[in-house]
């Protein structure tokens, strides 16, 4: 079946470093690649997403690139921000060439960034 | 325009006790997804509605859970005889239509059984 494997957390940095989050999966098909994130208090709600091969989702200055050679979706981020602390979740799904309409998350990677 | 809204938001009751929670999901979404999430765990699927279909209760981990779609719209998820292994934060997430549309979440309801 499918699996999405995320880094663990918490990953701790300073404003304005540089940030990576691991996220690779297992899935048959062709599935689309979604990164939601949890603010403290807050539903999950979506950051960004890629439907097809080598495509970069990006959003408020994150991207990530869907790279089907190496069933990975990292989350990247030039400089983050305090407000940017929160609960990140790597997830795929079908597309519309096929796979399982039902979604598959990861366990989520913290992340908390101080001043 | 407003979003997906779960009720209660939380919710404690004793070991035994039957639990209904209520997800109210974005107008005009035909596709509505219950999850559960543990401590320290990801997102588990429960199950999903989609339009006037037969839902995929796949994911149900037990007969004590069931759920219901009225009228397309609003849900109702029930746990029966609840056990303390049941507490959870329960997820509802509504899209426009199949799983490679944006889910939209709503905030949980935090169960907790003693």
């Known amino acids: 079946g499918n699996s999405v494997t995320q880094m663990e957390g918490p990953v701790t940095l300073s404003e304005e470093a540089f940030l990576t989050i691991n996220c690779t999966y297992t899935?048959?098909?062709?599935?689309?690649l979604f990164w939601y994130v949890q603010y403290p208090g807050e539903g999950l709600q979506l950051l960004l997403k890629?439907?097809?091969?080598?495509d970069k989702g990006s959003n408020k200055g994150f991207e990530a690139t869907y790279r089907k050679e190496t069933t990975s979706f990292h989350l990247e981020k030039g400089s983050v921000q305090v407000s940017d602390s929160a609960v990140y979740f790597c997830a795929l799904s079908g597309s519309a060439s096929g796979g399982s309409y039902i979604p598959t998350f990861g366990r989520g990677t913290s992340l908390i960034v101080h001043p | 325009g407003a979003g997906v809204s779960q009720s209660p938001s939380n919710k404690v009751t004793e070991k035994g006790k039957d639990v209904e929670l209520r997800c109210d999901p974005i107008?005009?979404?035909?596709?509505l997804y219950w999850y559960r999430q543990s401590l320290g765990q990801g997102l588990e699927f429960l199950i999903y509605?989609?339009?006037?279909?037969?839902?995929?209760k796949s994911g149900l981990p037990s007969d004590r859970f069931s759920a219901e779609r009225t009228g397309g719209s609003v849900s109702t998820l029930t746990i029966q005889r609840t056990q303390q292994e049941d507490s959870a934060v329960y997820l509802c997430?509504?899209?426009?239509?199949?799983?490679?549309?944006?889910?939209?979440f709503g905030p949980g309801t935090r169960l907790l059984v003693l």
């Open positions: 890629a439907t097809k091969a080598d």
């Open positions: 899935a048959t098909g062709y599935p689309s």
């Open positions: 997430a509504s899209s426009l239509g199949v799983a490679w549309e944006t889910q939209y």
């Open positions: 509605f989609q339009g006037n279909s037969a839902p995929d």
């Open positions: 107008s005009g979404h035909t596709a």
